[in-house]
């Protein structure tokens, strides 16, 4: 796709802040089952209004362009076909422990018919997602949902299509200004080949803002960095 973020990624982009699990690699679908590490902060508020597909688009290109940024903003309408598609094919990814297959893909096609989305492109792996719902109880049983992957799923495996990837996570420390905010990293080995990611998670109201990052070179300056995007994006819709 020329000028465009890879189809991988945006399926992974937005099927992660769906379901609350991160990705150590926006290219490969199983990724999009990795764990998720959560640093508790207040519940959001349940009088937060649904911003349009419209208000998240016009948020991530104003950030863009404030920043002098140059990566794709993709709308709903594109995401959506994309999206749809990524929750189906999460069924035939085989997680280990059984529990934590569970927690991925609870209620995630009602989330996807609920939500809407917007991406942009960071680089060439990683992206920032918002996703706001019709109202905050998306919101809080995902926080509910990502408390109990902490617990459970802290490691497991990953099986698709007979390759076996090993996953591990761990919490990181992050604040936004968001009233919850969520930070983990997780490390996926398939064969060989060992990734790290990074996801810093910003929740207000029906929203959600996930920055998901791929072998950063500078992990605290990677996460400083997210921290301060959410921000600005959460300033950006405030104005709507």
């Not at 999460?90 to 018919?113: F, R, Y």
């Not at 719902?133 to 919101?139: G, N, R, T």
């Not at 495996?157 to 090993?166: F, I, L, N, P, T």
């Amino acid at each position: 796709m020329k000028n465009t973020v890879k189809a991988g990624a945006l399926l992974v982009a937005g099927v992660i802040a769906l379901s609350g699990c991160g990705s150590s690699d926006p290219e490969q679908e199983s990724a999009s089952a990795e764990t998720t590490a959560a640093s508790a902060t207040p519940t959001p508020t349940a009088e937060a209004k649904q911003y349009s597909a419209a208000d998240l688009e016009t948020a991530l290109t104003a950030v863009r362009d404030e920043r002098g940024m140059t990566g794709l903003v993709v709308n709903d309408a594109s995401l959506r076909p994309q999206l749809e598609l990524t929750a189906d094919a999460l069924q035939n990814i085989v997680i280990t422990p059984e529990v934590c297959g569970d927690l991925v893909t609870n209620n995630l096609a009602e989330k996807v018919d609920s939500a809407t989305v917007a991406v942009m492109q960071l680089n060439q792996t990683d992206a920032v997602t918002i996703l706001s719902y019709e109202d905050a109880s998306f919101i809080e049983g995902q926080i509910e949902s990502n408390a109990k992957q902490v617990d459970q799923c802290s490691e497991f495996q990953m099986e698709v299509d007979g390759q076996v990837s090993s996953a591990t996570g761990k919490p990181v420390e992050a604040s936004t200004d968001a009233e919850t905010t969520e930070a983990y990293s997780s490390v996926v080995t398939t064969g060989s080949e060992v990734l790290e990611g990074y996801q810093i998670s910003g929740f207000s109201g029906t929203t959600n803002i996930s920055v998901s990052m791929t072998n950063p070179a500078d992990s605290d300056g990677a996460v400083a960095a997210a921290e301060e995007l959410i921000n600005e994006i959460l300033a950006e819709l405030e104005k709507k």
